[in-house]
């Protein structure tokens, strides 16, 4: 099989209502990695999903699946590929054993009962296996979308924001199973808004906002080259940093969590004292300070804010 | 896209037959139900009557009727109801994810909705048949016509389930188009009885043709030649199936 599992060159989509969802994506994930495919609500991550799952039409650009191309060999690639949907989508007439029994057969495999008792025991639903999906929780029903798309042992793995909804301890042992799978060689592409299990499975990441990518660079190369140091100033509950408050202390890229300020120091330089003295000379000292290192949430941030685009 | 799965396939047919064996007391039994309940007010309504111009008892006439309008009705809900249910909880999705071509998807939804429907027409035979001694004057009719009406029906509710956006649409179609369509086809009356008029506008319904066919085959006599009917039948059977295989292909009304 090729080295490079998804190959995405140009892609583009227009709805009929005339928003532009995608413009000009263009991202190679390679064989056996995770992959974080970021961006806030809106940006364009599910357009692209679904437009790699036949969910919706193709625009412009060429998709290659492990060299073949998307969509021209759809059969062949839909096989190679499975994908858990953002939406939970379930069939009220079956039970999960019967659910994945199907969804085998649709994908044109022959049931491996080894693999769905698996599937059940490591997602956790064995005991509602013979519930029909209408008694399920939605967490419960979130793990069975999952079960779905490994259940034909596809060697692309799409996880559109798989976890939503799961509890903390189950999402552990959830990303514990991806790990492994992983490890066995299945390339996983997952997008999620919990930043801080995309910073700690992802070896890779690209971010896209409205239509287009904006970072596409391996995730220590993103966090050791981009991910910073700020400054955080508390100056109490109600605080508010106004767009004259923001023009003024451009340079360190202020925000404001609604109890004081936050100011990025520059990678290179620190420049924690011309920070400080700023923050100081707009608001008065603070009630505290300090200085934290950035993780992906705020690089996150700092990268799709409105007037961060290129 | 070239037909690759034929275990797909089978698996969607397996799992659209399992959806409406699941809930047989609505797919089932409540047609049987409704059979008997039209059954017993004619037969008090009609008496011992003959249908005119066809002499042939009012029961061995209704009878046949009855069974061909629960076979398509059930045919179109199979399919529309599947559909609409897919769009509305969002499990459509994995129909469109799977590798399988439009021709398996519509081959494998047609043959769902003609299983339900041979299934109910065996049911209300077995229900209705001890009412009246039923013949079998043309076997080979009863099933071209029950078959090519189940796929033509289920071909009618795939396209109905792609159209609508929610039950309220389905239902609009329902009740609007084709209960009217099934309802004033023939079942109840021998359009003979009708003015002119309305037996020339009989003569535009194309479910007149399969309830009479149908029926022609169990007491061999009919308002039309049934062997000529068997072209226009046929011919809409194949275009309703190549419409829902184009439909299905472009993704119509099911892909953005």
């Given at each position: 099989m090729s080295e490079i599992a998804l190959d995405l060159r140009h892609l583009s989509k227009v709805y009929a209502?005339?928003?532009?969802?995608?413009?000009d994506v263009s991202l190679q994930v390679p064989a056996g990695t995770f992959y974080a495919l970021l961006g806030p609500n809106g940006a364009g991550k599910s357009t692209l999903i679904n437009m790699l799952a036949d969910i919706v039409r193709p625009g412009g650009g060429t998709a290659r699946l492990f060299g073949h191309d998307m969509f021209r060999e759809r059969a062949w690639c839909k096989r190679h590929m499975g994908v858990v949907p953002q939406e939970v989508a379930f069939d009220p007439f079956f039970n999960p054993r019967e659910v994945l029994k199907i969804t085998s057969g649709m994908f044109g495999c022959k049931p491996d009962m080894a693999w769905i008792d698996e599937l059940l025991d490591r997602l956790e639903l064995r005991e509602q296996e013979?519930?029909?999906?209408?008694?399920?929780s939605g967490g419960m029903r979130r793990r069975l979308l999952v079960a779905q798309a490994l259940v034909h042992k596809p060697p692309l793995v799409i996880l559109d924001e798989p976890t939503a909804g799961v509890d903390v301890e189950l999402r552990r042992r959830l990303w514990d199973f991806m790990r492994e799978l992983n490890a066995a060689g299945t390339t996983i592409l997952l997008t999620t808004h919990y930043l801080e299990e995309a910073e700690e499975l992802c070896e890779h990441v690209t971010i896209i906002d409205r239509g287009r990518v904006g970072t596409d660079r391996p995730m220590r190369e993103l966090m050791r080259e981009v991910a910073g140091r700020y400054l955080w100033l508390s100056y109490g509950e109600g605080f508010v940093l106004t767009d004259a408050d923001k023009e003024a202390l451009a340079a360190f890229q202020p925000r404001s969590n609604g109890r004081g300020v936050c100011l990025t120091l520059r990678h290179a330089q620190g420049g924690f004292h011309e920070a400080y003295e700023a923050a100081v000379a707009r608001f008065?000292?603070?009630q505290d300070a300090g200085v934290r290192q950035e993780d992906l949430e705020d690089v996150f941030i700092r990268l799709t804010r409105k007037d961060n685009l290129s | 896209m070239r037909p690759v799965n034929p275990r797909g396939a089978w698996t969607l047919f397996v799992r659209e037959t399992h959806r409406f064996m699941k809930v047989k007391m609505q797919t089932i039994v409540a047609p049987a139900l409704t059979a008997v309940l039209y059954l017993l007010i004619f037969r008090y309504a009609m008496g011992a009557r003959s249908v005119p111009g066809l002499d042939v008892d009012y029961f061995s006439f209704l009878i046949p009727g009855l069974i061909m309008m629960a076979m398509l009705q059930n045919a179109f809900a199979n399919t529309s109801s599947s559909i609409i249910v897919g769009k509305v909880m969002n499990v459509h999705i994995y129909l469109l994810m799977a590798p399988l071509s439009a021709i398996e998807t519509v081959a494998a939804f047609l043959a769902a909705a003609m299983m339900r429907a041979l299934v109910v027409a065996g049911v209300l035979l077995l229900v209705l048949a001890p009412f009246s001694d039923l013949g079998f004057a043309h076997w080979e009719l009863i099933m071209f016509y029950g078959v090519c009406g189940s796929i033509l029906m289920g071909g009618l509710g795939l396209i109905g389930g792609m159209w609508a956006k929610k039950f309220d649409d389905m239902a609009l179609v329902n009740n609007f188009i084709i209960m009217p369509l099934t309802f004033l086809s023939g079942v109840f009356y021998s359009v003979t009885q009708l003015p002119p008029l309305w037996q020339t506008v009989n003569h535009f319904n194309p479910f007149f043709y399969l309830i009479d066919g149908f029926r022609y085959g169990f007491i061999g006599v009919g308002d039309t030649d049934p062997y000529m009917a068997l072209w226009v039948v046929g011919g809409s059977t194949l275009i309703c199936m190549l419409v829902c295989w184009y439909l299905w292909h472009i993704g119509w009304k099911v892909k953005e």
């Open positions: 209502n005339g928003k532009v969802a995608l413009e013979r519930k029909t999906t209408r008694q399920l008065g000292p603070p | -």
